[in-house]
Structures are given as C-alpha cells and as structure tokens.
C-alpha cells in the first residue's frame, strides 16, 4: 500500500492514512474545553413527544440517530448481524429509560453510551471469533487493492486480538474519523481518556502486526 494512501473522510473531518495507525501517535494538543451542547429543535420536539408517550417521537429519534449508533456498535462487535443486535437492544433500553433522560443533554450522546455497552455485552458473551468474521468490517482505509491477501489477513486477525474498547477507539478514529472528544461522547468516556485509549491502542496494534511494513 502506499504510504500516502488516504480514506476520504466526512465533510469536516481529515482523511486518515493507513499509516497513521501504525505511526507514533503525535504529541498531544491541550486539551480544549468542552464546547456547549448543540440540541437541535427537531430533537428537542422528538424528545418532547417520545417523554409524553408519543411513539412517533421515539421513531423520529430512531431515524435521527441509527446511523451513528450502528457505527458505535460496528467499532465494538465483530459482525454486521451483531452490531444490528446491539442496536436494537440499545434502542429497546433507551426507551425502556426514557423517563430518565435529562433533555439537558444530547438525545444521541446518551443513546450511544446505551449502544456502546450493549455492544460490549454482546462482545463479551461471544469472545472466541474467527479472524475471517471481520473481513466485512475493514473499511476503505484498510482495502487498497494494491495490498496482498496476507496483509488483509494479519490486520484482521491484529484488529480482532484487541481488547474491544480498544478496537472501538481506533476504528472511530482512524477509520470513521470521529474526533477524541466525539469518541468519548459515544463511549461515555472523557475525552483525554479517549484520546489516551487510542494511543495504548495503536501500540498494541503495532506489536500485533510485527514487522508488518517491511
């Protein structure tokens, strides 16, 4: 692969190299203040009516956020059918807690910390998994078609040795681009943590891999 090889990334968000995974992580910025939570008024109004009772309220949050949640559960598990279970049980507890939610906050932000530990429930009960499982998993980033098979391989069979938080941080970031502080948004963790996670994470990724890019 070469080694400029980049993933197009969302709008907003920097393209990752496959390289990056492997680099050093760079030295840390300061860490920025949290800035003030943004709830849009179609939120705000679903919310509203998912609290009253309404179904089409839950449904309209349904609909806002499965894409996310599914990204969130995606990082966690190991394959498609599992990440939809997780969601599906994060969605059915969400509703089950609905009267718990405080609209202060964001809907999503509290919907994918309900996501991310149905997800690591799931993992947990399913540990021993086949390398190959993960193949549907590896996005674009880790597909170029100038790689070998054998190279695919050992990234899978690197990426499924990790611990799933660890898995989750770098797949949100490296791959999904989502920044540290989106990351423990999702993870219910702060966000240095994340960013700590994703460190420890790309070392144990490099051991796993070995001489990978000689």
């Known amino acids: 692969m070469a080694k400029g090889d980049t993933r197009q990334a969302p709008e907003g968000q920097a393209a990752v190299s496959f390289g990056e995974v492997l680099a050093p992580a760079p030295p840390s910025p300061p860490q920025q203040l949290t800035p003030p939570l943004r709830i849009s008024d179609e939120e705000r109004e679903l919310v509203s009516l998912a609290k009253g009772g309404d179904e089409r309220g839950f449904a309209g949050l349904v609909r806002l956020h499965q ?39 964001t809907f999503g932000a509290w919907l994918n910390r309900i996501v991310a530990n149905a997800a690591l429930d799931l993992a947990r009960r399913r540990k021993v998994r086949n390398a190959e499982e993960l193949s549907e998993s590896i996005p674009a980033a880790f597909r170029d078609p100038a790689e070998g098979g054998e190279l695919r391989e050992r990234l899978q069979a690197a990426l499924v040795q990790l611990p799933e938080r660890a898995r989750s941080v770098i797949v949100l970031h490296d791959i999904e681009g989502f920044t540290h502080a989106e990351i423990g948004e999702m993870l219910g963790i702060p966000g240095g943590t994340a960013r700590s996670d994703l460190h420890h994470a790309r070392q144990k990724l490099r051991v796993l891999l070995g001489n990978l890019r000689d």
């Open 67 to 105: 894409r996310r949640a599914y990204i969130v559960a995606r990082s966690i598990v190991l394959t498609h059918e599992d990440a939809e279970d997780a969601v599906q049980e994060g969605f059915l507890r969400a509703y089950q807690a609905l009267d718990r939610f405080d609209p202060a906050q």
